[in-house]
């Protein structure tokens, strides 16, 4: 069976993986709501696309609906949980308990979601001991062991930028597949490795360019 959900999988493109979490979200709300069936153009306005493309994205899961009422939430919900890899708990290592680091620790979101953080850890020591979120930081140096004991396939870097490379490397040697980079710092992996950059300036400068377009200013 997981060998059929993994076939299945590699056959989704990447644009449609990357609006599965949309609607996965947008069905969990719908599901919280008491909705128990959703037409694809309702889904569409919740997730923010258009209705073609959830009606397309879906039927690379296999699920198409059925005409006059829509798609099975609950139905839906496994489909796409499955497609996900989120049937299963992710083991997380977050590097870098700064500000930003910390912020993300706490985060509540993760466990929900299928998500445990198996360790916390930073290069500096007057932060190793401190609890976030009930989990102990502990010293870059105890990363082998984290992953290890974690059995962590997933790392976040809200490190500096100076230090982001370094740590990267650092969890690619520890084992670490996949790789969730906030550090303003363009990281290089080697092949197996999975790498999706969070730059919350680049973002912010994007909107603005749309702030000046839309008051006339001239570029």
Partial sequence: MSEQVDD????????????????????????????TT??????AAAAGV???????DLSHLGSYGTRGVGYEVDELVQHISSALGLTRRRSVVLVGVGNLGHALAGYGGFASRGFWIAGLLDADRSRVGETIAGVVVRHMD?????????????????????AAQEVCDRLVAAGVTSIL???????????GVDLRKVDLSIELQILSFHEQRKSGIPA
């Avoid at 105890?142 to 100076?162: F, K, M, N, Q, Y």
């Fill in 181 to 191: 980079n906030f550090a303003p710092a363009v990281l290089q992996v080697p092949d």
């Fill in 50 to 56: 258009n209705s073609a493309k959830v009606r397309k």
């Fill in 8 to 35: 299945a999988a590699r056959r989704i493109p990447e644009a449609s993986v990357a609006r599965l979490p949309l609607y996965l979200r947008a069905l969990s709300s719908l599901a919280e709501a008491g909705r």
């Fill in 38 to 43: 959703v037409s694809s153009e309702a889904l």
């Fill in 142 to 162: 105890d990363l082998d062991e984290v992953v290890r004991a974690g059995d962590v396939s997933i790392g976040v870097i809200a490190t500096p930028a100076r």
